[in-house]
């Protein structure tokens, strides 16, 4: 079980592991990253990467020498990959290119003390910039001086399309000039961002000579309805966060020969603001699984080497909320079955629906552990250290089964495990039967899902952890206004739909709200006949939340429901979301401890939701009790 403590978010710390990365080197961009150059650096290395891109803004901040800078980083045992960016080169105006050719030695210079041998030069956005539709032939000639003297000094150019570029603002028409220009010491960039956000074809790049990818960055993003340049100077992800298909981008590239560092470019704002260490641990794994995906998709080496283990089911969900919480699971009817050997920890059941109820915890009210069935919890826990996610620290008592546990980023343990066959591996077996009458239930069947608010900076890498470690996938993505601000939301399962969770965050915070309510953490548990158990537990004392008649009002109006069903929502406190599949109810009830609920649930049909659209009314509610209470 988890420690005696209630969870807290976990605090940086390197990976437990080096995992193998199959040949690929794998860097990353300082721009990635918060903090002074040298806070980023030591991160970077601290997570395992093999090499670093510097970006100037980065060094210019830096009180040492470029060489002193390139020193550091070897004795980090990091590489310079790459410097970057070098901007708007070309010109119309010979004056204006002369002098770009001497800012441009001046960066052969810091990149000489550093030890980079490649640099970034980024298509033009200036006015003068060469339009190649109109001169090509001066582009191209350009171009190729720039190499020439980057070549004299051992150097590359590795020519980058910005999708906001002023004439050249796709990947094709940044090789067509690379190949006009025809230098060996300018070649590519690859910017997956640059590439999938323009929507442009990733398959061509599969014909490009390998010897001209030159550099390969790789940034995800969520689809979002805004200007290229914002969405890319804020909204970038690691890969697996967002809503691209890197696998399909990083294929051609591999298949063209690219044998250069995967490196990962990413400008996000929290990102920008987060504990460096624990971002690069982020960013590192999110390049494993990448490289995993793309090799199952047939292109590149495998560096995990075990796929993620089919999932059975959620095998127990521990919860912290002190005696109040026992009384109330008692009276939905659930059985106490169980007491932990050694630990203060009692098991109760109904269907296959199992909650332990810490008693270490008590008052917190919240999710500090949970268990998910695995075909098989030793290649998971093996696959988990290759994917960089830290060990669960816990004391197993004599006798008690060894879990393979993992700590998630927002600090709740998860469990890798078995619920039968050999004891010693089967976590019931840690718990003393009691003997105390079974109830009769009440109609509760199951867990339908898990419902865990991240912390603000953790969202994207919990959603990247969660499907990268457990092998889950995004079953829904949104947003919705609530009282306490706007909430991001993002739900993933197991193909089955045995496993789900439902993970939110506020994305900004006005102040003077309890986070208890803002950010409270439930239990979907799901029910055949939600009015009938509902009203039992009604009946039975359990404190189920009052919903606004103007709700119930509203739902009578929009779905046209029989008077006697709308007065049965009215009393139990139903909150009822229907689309086109199918139809989700649902029956919560009042904060139990700190920040935790249980929620009574039915699905009917197709619906695939997790009651996102009734969010606000059940937060208002809860806001509204908890005042009540106090």
Known sequence: MSPETAPTAPTATAPTGTPATGTARLSLATVCLSGTLEDKLAAAATAGFDGVEIFAPDLLADPGSPAA??????????????????????????????ANLRRADATFEVMAGLGADTVLVCSSVSPDAVDPAADADLLAAQLHTLAARAHERGLRIAYEALAWGRHVDTWDASW??????????LGLCLDSFHILARGSDPAPIAEVPGGKLFFLQLADARELSMDVLSWSRHHRLFPGQGGFDLPAFLAPVLAAGYAGPLSLEVFNDVFRQSDPVRTAVDARRSLIALAEATARAGAGTDPVGTAAPALGGTAFVELTAGPELGRVLRALGFSRTGVHRTKQVERFEQGTARLLVNAAGEGTGAVAALAVESADPDAAARRAARLCAAPVPRVTGPGEADLAGITAPDGTAVFLCRTTGDPAGAWPHDFVAVDEPRSPGTGITGIDHIGLTQPYDAFDEAVLFHRAVLGLDTVGDGEYAAPFGLVRSRALADPERRVRLALTVSVLRRGGWSPAVADPQYVALACDDVLATAAAAR????????????????????????????AAYRELGVLHDHDADGDYLQVCTELLGGRLFLALVQRTGGHDGHGWADAPVRMAAHRRSRLARV
């Open 69 to 98: 800078i390139g020193a550091r980083c070897r004795d980090l045992g990091l590489s310079v990959d790459l410097y970057q960016p070098l901007r708007d080169i070309d010109s119309t105006d010979p004056d204006r290119f002369a």
């Open 539 to 566: 009946a039975a004392g359990v404190p189920l939340l009052p919903v606004p008649a103007n709700y119930h009002d509203d739902l009578a109006a929009r779905l046209d429901l029989p008077a006697t069903t709308v």
């Open 176 to 185: 067509d000039a690379v190949h006009a220009a025809d230098h060996p010491a």
